[in-house]
């Protein structure tokens, strides 16, 4: 990591070995604060100045040049004399902070604390590592400044949120003594937040302390009341309420919905045997759900699939396991899998249970298995995937089940990538996948269908149309609960700025950072693999510099197409000429055409005929769109400029 910055105490900064960097002087570190608070936004020099002085000497515009020119050589000493900052930049009438939000413990604890999808389990360690990053009051050897009261204000409550989010997720584990000690101290410390106190009263009852919790709840009343001249809120005053009636619900998760899931489980175990067979078709069905909530939720499906199908056969009946193994019909937009070996323990499996089922099967069993096939075959390089893809669609459209030919289409997509300029197919599959789950309430699919017509409708740089889809599928996430969504919205946007010409490229940048931050905790490393450096390069292709060099990018899965471009970035002609000729030809998948492109681009560099030729024949059929951008992620711009680049290096 860089240059972090710290906030949450005195202003400092730190080099990437955790050093304390020299900030020289207070109005030094002023500047420095004042463009955080700022939060990557221009501060112009004669804000600055206002800022920095009630009464300004005359020379102050240069003195906050000045200021600026000594924070830079602190916080990039290694930064050629006359190269521009990378970091501090000067931009119109002023100038920005462009940190990442991993480089400011403020934008990082407000990042844990707006977290609202991790698990109880999850969230507590990462709330107590993130209140360790208080070192004292936010900004606070600047808490006079006018300009800075308002994001201390913001930043002290957020710290006081975050405390109580711990409590509330101590006491959704179980962990309600443990919760006490901390929530003593904070009312006591804070004693007009009546969240606190309902939060002490509740832990207090969930040990067994009524009496204690109803004096907690009596001594908050008095305070208001007399302090304050007002009553308890309808919170406070519901909670006294079912503590005198032992409400049920005052028990560890027993909202309406946790009360019917615990008596629901209760029934099953007391009626269903524990080696009955139909375990193991419910248990599939909860890893199915459990899939679509993202992060933990989707790791654990995942490691847990695997076990259920091996459980099934154990017991030896084909049906059974292939009931199991094809009712894990979790739809997938991204195509390399998230665990190969995985994927490829699922397709044998798949394999042996078609094999052993009778020619007399249930058609339907079949094909979800060949659906299956299809989908745990994405990214490989074997036609079988494709070839289960066309037998499951065709005994899908024979069936009168929507939710099976939605899960066929799905694995259609998946291997729709057998060459390049393939959008338009994508796109009639996304339609049919829209349309068909919007009849019959299919709502994983019909996200599915909206997400797969914003990657075809951004290859055709149909940029209106993949805006509808993407507003669609963040509607129905918000509705029904899929948290993913938004880390597939959030990068189309970003490559939604980097398609234009107009958005400045810090613009464009800001927007990735904030897409690559959302991957965070998603649970999807195939799709998280190198694609913060693949952006990266993206953005310096559409403005004509050179790949970037740091021997710590990590590319993933597409370094072999990327290191001959950074080796000729290096000024390494001959290793990237090598580096080319030893490139295998790119998955076909939805960065085929862009790692096609990116084969050309160095082609053409090192005048390699050969590949010249191959990127030009593959190219060819997606003359029509832009490079990378049926991913729905990033571009290389359009392919037919690729194209004209080649034909011209070729005569």
């Known amino acids: 990591m860089g240059v972090v910055f710290g906030v949450l105490g005195p202003v400092t ?21 004042r463009l955080i608070v700022a939060r990557g936004r221009v501060v112009p020099v004669t804000r600055l100045v206002d800022d920095l002085w009630l009464d300004p000497p005359p020379d102050a515009v240069g003195a906050v040049r000045t200021f600026v020119a000594a924070l830079r050589r602190a916080l990039e000493p290694e930064r050629p004399p006359r190269a521009p900052s990378r970091l501090l930049v000067t931009e119109g009438p002023g100038y920005a902070l462009r940190a990442d939000v991993d480089g400011v413990d403020a934008w990082r604890f407000e990042q844990v604390v707006g977290d609202v999808t991790r698990p ?20 606070a050897d600047f808490a006079d400044e006018h300009w800075a009261r308002a994001e201390r204000a913001r930043l002290a409550e957020l710290r006081l949120r975050a405390v109580e989010r711990r409590a509330e997720a101590k006491l959704a584990l179980g962990l309600a003594a443990d919760a006490v000690p ?9 004693p007009w937040r009546e969240e606190a106190w309902r939060l002490l009263a509740l832990a207090l009852y969930r040990t067994g302390r009524q009496g204690d919790a109803l004096a907690v709840l009596r001594r908050a009343r008095t305070l208001l009341v007399e302090q ?10 519901g909670l006294e309420d079912d503590m005198l009636h032992q409400a049920d619900r005052l028990e560890p998760g027993q909202d309406a919905a946790s009360r019917v899931w615990a008596q629901a489980t209760e029934a099953y175990d007391r009626t269903v045997a524990s080696g009955a067979r139909s375990r193991l078709e419910s248990t599939v069905g909860i890893l199915r759900n459990l899939a679509v909530t993202g992060g933990g939720g989707l790791e654990a ?9 091996a459980a099934a056969e154990e017991l030896g009946d084909a049906e059974l396991t292939a009931r199991v193994i094809g009712a894990y019909d979790v739809p997938a937009i991204w195509t390399r899998s998230d665990d190969p070996e995985q994927a490829s323990q699922v397709v044998a499996a798949a394999e042996r249970t078609l094999a052993a089922l009778t020619a007399g099967g249930p058609s339907v069993t079949r094909a979800r298995l060949l659906a299956t096939v299809a989908l745990e075959s994405r990214g490989t390089r074997t036609g079988r995937g494709r070839e289960a893809a066309r037998e499951a669609e065709r005994i899908a459209r024979g069936l009168d089940d929507p939710a099976l030919l939605a899960f066929t289409l799905n694995g259609v997509f998946m291997q729709s990538f057998h060459r390049a300029g393939s959008a338009p197919q994508r796109d009639g599959i996304g339609a049919e996948l829209v349309e068909l789950s919007a009849r019959h309430g299919l709502v994983s699919y019909e996200v599915l269908g909206h997400l797969v017509r914003l990657q075809a409708r951004s290859a055709l740089a149909d940029f209106a149309g993949a805006d509808g889809h993407a507003a669609a599928a963040e509607r129905l996430a918000e509705r029904h609960e899929r948290p993913l969504v938004g880390v597939f919205t ?19 940048e800001a927007a990735y950072r904030d897409a690559v931050a959302r991957m965070d905790g998603s649970g999807m490393p195939g799709f998280e693999a190198g694609l913060p450096a693949l952006a990266e390069l993206a953005l310096r292709v559409r403005d004509g510099r050179p790949a970037q060099t740091d021997a710590h990018t990590d590319w993933g ?10 080796l000729l970035a290096e000024g390494r002609r001959g290793e990237g000429a090598t580096a080319l000729r030893k490139a295998p030809d790119p998955p076909r998948d939805l960065l085929f055409e862009a790692m096609w492109c990116l084969t050309a681009r160095a082609a053409i560099a090192v005048d390699d005929r050969e590949a010249m030729e191959r990127a030009r024949d593959e190219l060819a059929p997606a003359a029509e769109e832009l490079a990378g951008a049926g991913s729905g992620l990033l571009t290389f711009g359009p392919v037919s400029r690729y194209l004209d680049d080649l034909t011209a290096a070729l005569r």
Do not use: F, K, N, T
Request: net charge negative.
């Open 228 to 237: 304050l001249g007002i009553d308890p809120g309808p919170a406070l005053r």
């Open 120 to 139: 109880a389990e999850e969230l507590i360690p990462r709330l107590d590592e993130a209140l360790g990053w208080w070192r004292g009051p936010a900004y």
């Open 557 to 566: 899965p597409y370094l072999p197409w990327a290191r001959p471009l950074v």
């Open 301 to 309: 499906a995942r490691e847990q699939r695997m076990a259920a199908i």
């Open 182 to 190: 901390d929530l003593d101290a904070h009312v006591a410390e804070h």
């Open 490 to 508: 959030a990068w189309y946007r970003a490559l939604r700025l980097a398609a234009s010409d107009q958005v400045p490229g810090e613009e464009v």
């Open 13 to 33: 900064a730190w080099d990437g070995s955790g050093g304390v960097l020299a900030l020289r002087g207070p109005r030094h570190r002023a500047v420095l604060a």
